[in-house]
């Protein structure tokens, strides 16, 4: 069959390449292994203003938590449950501090197609890196948003969860799937702030159940009826976990972004105030945040035993598990703090490794003087430490290991030690 011949093409200069056109978003960059790289720089790469981006090869949530493991990156997620106000209020705060908003594309590899974009605002801190406030409200398929509002709000520091204005019923419902996720864990925040967008009641009696039987404690801060209010709740939450570490020259990321007071409505000072004794730092809570729940036995008019003020003073110590004071001699438990293990198991195996100490130290020669211990496992520390002014009752806590260093928690376990209230 014959072919059709090709037209006859005019002699002259080669045509030129067309310039290539780019459907949009930010420019290709070749980029060397070393740039933007680095510990500071947190969860993806920096390229261009304001846009950051993640390559990955397999499941987004997975690799996203897989990156927050690496990184250890300090930070806040701001989740709704009721009220899709996150990405707004991040837009409101942007605009009111002359913040620039930032997003974290999450791309495959290879194709470069956007798979999840996820929105946060960089804080500023007094010393280190930005503090960065991630909104759960990710640009992704259904499946893939869920699953990666659970990785921000399980790898962040604090998660602040806005609620909306829900009969009692339905929150209910609406603060299950938020329990489920933080029993199957991996779970490393140990603070949740339940931030209510109308009136407290209801969420107040819900809110017990969504930490229930795990080492989170949650907290309902006053009504928050807009985004400065739900900023300076989490701020001063922020400012509070970290202020009481400061004391001993340990550097600790305060946020120095001025935020409006709650009671007021002035502007808080930009820079942290001067941190007040240990024994101030305890008794009272921020002004924007509600005091933390005491044992049900004492919200029903009961005394609390200077016992039981102790151990949940040692609660506030980050990544506090679980805590008990016992009766060496007996293992009786005489106060408990926190989820599992329990004031029996603490007792009776805390008990044993105080014998096994005190025989060793016998058999060194070294006296038999009350033990203390601090012992590190895999995920865990286990310390055991004689009350002050009282060796045969004894401090037995288990701390995340993941959540605080050592060194820290000891030195927070020494101030409480020295306040008033524990002798």
Request: glycine share 8%.
């Amino acid at each position: 069959m014959a072919l059709p011949h090709p037209p006859p093409r005019a002699h002259g200069p080669p045509e030129a390449w067309q310039p290539t056109l780019q459907a949009g978003g930010a420019p290709t960059q070749i980029l060397a292994d070393g740039d933007g790289a680095g510990p500071e720089t947190g969860v993806g790469r920096r390229v261009g203003p304001g846009l950051w981006e993640l390559f990955v090869v397999y499941d987004p949530a997975q690799a996203l938590a897989q990156q927050f493991d690496l990184h250890s990156e300090p930070c806040v997620a701001l989740h709704d449950i009721g009220s899709p106000l996150s990405r707004r209020w991040l837009a409101d705060l942007a605009a009111a501090h002359r913040l620039a908003p930032q997003r974290l594309v999450v791309r495959s590899q290879g194709w470069g197609v956007a798979l999840a974009t996820i929105h946060f605002l960089e804080l500023p801190v007094a010393a280190g890196a930005p503090l960065r406030l991630y909104s759960t409200d990710v640009d992704a398929e259904t499946r893939q948003r869920q699953a990666i509002a659970r990785v921000l709000l399980g790898a962040s520091r604090i998660g602040a969860v806005l609620v909306g204005d829900l009969p009692g019923h339905a929150l209910a419902a609406a603060l299950q799937p938020l329990h489920d996720a933080i029993a199957a864990g991996p779970w490393r925040n140990r603070e949740l702030l339940l931030m209510p967008t109308r009136g407290t009641g209801v969420l107040a009696r819900h809110a017990d159940a969504v930490t229930e039987a795990t080492p989170v404690r949650s907290r309902v801060t006053a009504t928050v009826a807009d985004a400065e209010d739900a900023l300076a709740a989490t701020v001063e939450a922020w400012n509070d976990l970290h202020a009481p570490l400061t004391g001993a020259g340990v550097q600790a990321p305060i946020v120095t972004l001025a935020v409006r007071h709650k009671r007021s409505g002035a502007p808080a000072p930009a820079s942290p105030a001067p941190l007040a004794p240990a024994s101030a730092a305890f008794a009272q809570a921020p002004p924007a945040m509600l005091p933390l729940p005491l044992p049900r036995a004492a919200q029903a008019g009961e005394s609390v035993s200077p016992l039981q003020r102790y151990v949940q003073r040692c609660l506030e110590i980050k990544g506090m598990v679980s805590c008990c004071i016992f009766e060496l001699d007996t293992q009786r438990t005489l106060a408990h703090a926190g989820a599992r293990p329990g004031p029996a198991a603490l007792a009776a195996n805390g008990a044993a490794l105080c014998t096994a100490l005190a025989a060793a130290s016998r058999g060194l020669g070294l006296g038999a003087a009350p033990p203390e211990a601090a012992i590190t496992l895999v995920g865990h520390y286990l310390v055991l430490r004689p009350l002050p002014r009282q060796p045969r009752l004894v401090l037995h806590a288990v701390i995340d290991r993941s959540a605080t260093p050592l060194v820290l928690a000891l030195r927070h376990l020494e101030r409480i030690d020295d306040e008033p209230a524990s002798r």
